[in-house]
């Protein structure tokens, strides 16, 4: 065992009883366990930890000698537990992760902090009355290993991926005309033979990979499909009729991405005004983020799951996104920065493929830019910023609408709130109505019509940045005694 052992007597001379500052040595890792004591006659709750955290892609310590509210306590006898824990994970633990030991005192009080690397060799074993157990980190808790986990763990270990694994299926049984013409339409170059053993979509004895089989046309794969709803409200039990649209689709990933952005855009709507120049358009999804939801849900999705598909569902307020599995590295997505994902990825081939015709990033940002498609629509407020969310096994992202009127600050999503005008009105009508007070009350401030219009000054200030642009608006005077000068103001005085 790969175990390295020191004792380190801390500086800062804390008091008897203090509170152990757990973030101070977590490091890269959230996941720990805490043991008021090392149980040597029942061991097997801190064995599972070890085993779970071996099998995780990103570790984890357990803290001897400190009680679940962080109190240290110490351990009476640290040199012997330290061994003791050594010698019991030698003959329970098969096979033995790589560890690090660390005695640490505290004010007279040592406790003992084993650190848990991710294992090289997966999956890690608790040999336990005879039985093999591997164990697995679900949020706080260490459970046993599914089948599918299982099948996981040992493609881990092997350094292969699901999708790079061979099928029965031969080369001359199928054809990849969908795949061609695509790469010939994004690359600008021909698809050729060779790069589907290159790609690795073929095996060197010309057997398809899963990869291959999810991009070679028709339908190879049962659980290559995608359900998708247009649903009549907020929920799905909204109204007399539930659902307005609802199709099933199988077939390959390239034709699954198709008719799933069909779908979407059939099923949204997109407003639009004249400006002097030209057109601006004010999408309920921009397209790109609705493109870059789906293609993460196809390629980042858990492949092992038979009979499961991809689901979009789209309400009066929102469109939701689900594809079984959860982050690869076995972390929940709320709980982590958007910005700064890093790039694993269950399904790497899938992945590559669609990376080398631009249908994603190499670098793992897809979330990034579905947030950053969002900020730079005109009509974007901080309070419709894309969700993300996952449980060990489930995926979810869910875009805002950004022309539904019951969107507000402070408020769920999916609850018609706006009572007011700035709520109601769609942003070219807003801007009408702005021209209507102006040329009533040329003295009227954007502060004031924020506060009409219950939107921030920032959104205000835009308008009128627009409304000048256009030429139907005019700031005449200083900036404490001008004036707004509305262009035709005539028509908006009644008789």
């Known amino acids: 065992?790969?175990?390295?052992?020191?004792?380190i007597k801390l500086e800062n001379q804390m008091k008897e009883g203090s509170l152990l500052e757990l973030h101070d040595y977590l490091g890269e890792t959230n996941s720990y366990d805490k043991k008021e004591k090392v149980e040597r006659r029942k061991p097997k709750s801190w064995l599972k930890s070890i085993s779970a955290f071996a099998n995780s892609?990103?570790?984890g310590k357990i803290f001897f000698g400190v009680k679940e509210d962080n109190t240290i306590v110490g351990l009476d006898d640290f040199q012997g537990d330290s061994e003791f824990i050594s010698e019991t994970i030698k003959t329970r633990i098969e096979a033995i992760p790589e560890l690090d030991m660390e005695i640490k005192e505290f004010g007279g009080k040592p406790i003992l902090l084993l650190t848990v690397f991710p294992g090289r060799n997966t999956p890690y074993f608790l040999v336990d009355s005879g039985s093999r157990t591997a164990y697995m980190r679900v949020g706080n808790q260490s459970v046993p290993a599914s089948n599918m986990d299982l099948v996981n763990l040992s493609l881990q270990g092997q350094k292969r991926?699901?999708?790079?694994?061979?099928?029965?299926?031969?080369?001359?049984d199928v054809s990849f005309r969908e795949l061609r013409l695509e790469y010939q339409d994004r690359v600008g170059k021909p698809f050729e033979e060779s790069n589907l053993k290159s790609f690795g979509l073929v095996d060197e004895d010309g057997v398809l990979t899963i990869a291959g089989t999810l991009f070679a046309d028709g339908h190879q794969v049962y659980q290559s499909r995608v359900f998708c709803t247009r649903w009549n409200g907020l929920d799905k039990t909204h109204g007399r009729m539930e659902a307005l649209d609802d199709q099933e689709f199988e077939g390959n990933l390239l034709y699954l991405l198709s008719v799933s952005l069909d779908f979407v855009k059939r099923n949204s709507k997109k407003m639009w005004r004249k400006d002097s120049v030209y057109r601006v358009e004010y999408p309920e999804y921009p397209e790109r983020a609705v493109q870059e939801v789906i293609v993460n849900a196809l390629i980042h999705r858990d492949y092992t799951v038979i009979g499961s598909e991809v689901h979009i569902d789209i309400y009066d307020d929102r469109l939701e996104v689900y594809s079984p599995g959860g982050m690869y590295d076995g972390t929940f997505?709320?709980?982590?920065?958007?910005?700064?994902?890093?790039?694993?990825?269950?399904?790497?081939v899938l992945a590559d493929v669609f990376a080398r015709m631009d249908l994603m990033e190499r670098r793992g940002s897809g979330l990034k830019n579905i947030i950053e498609d969002y900020k730079f629509q005109e009509n974007y407020k901080e309070e419709l910023k894309p969700e993300f969310r996952s449980t060990e096994t489930k995926f979810f992202a869910v875009l805002k609408n950004l022309n539904y009127v019951g969107h507000d600050v402070g408020h769920d999503v999916g609850h018609d709130v706006g009572h007011d005008v700035g709520q109601k009105l769609h942003p070219n009508d807003r801007r009408d109505k702005i021209l209507e007070l102006m040329a009533k009350n040329p003295d009227i401030s954007a502060l004031?019509?924020?506060?009409?219009?219950?939107?921030?000054?920032?959104?205000?200030?835009?308008d009128l940045a627009l409304l000048t642009e256009a030429g139907n608006i005019e700031y005449v005077g200083s900036s404490m005694d001008g004036k707004w000068k509305v262009k035709d103001s005539d028509k908006y005085h009644s008789d």
């Open 161 to 172: 991926s699901y999708d790079s694994l061979s099928t029965g299926k031969r080369l001359e």
């Open 333 to 348: 997505i709320q709980d982590e920065n958007p910005y700064n994902i890093a790039s694993t990825r269950r399904n790497p």
């Open 57 to 59: 892609r990103s570790g």
């Open 448 to 462: 004031k019509l924020s506060q009409i219009f219950n939107l921030s000054i920032r959104t205000i200030e835009r």
């Open 1 to 7: 065992m790969n175990t390295k052992c020191s004792i």
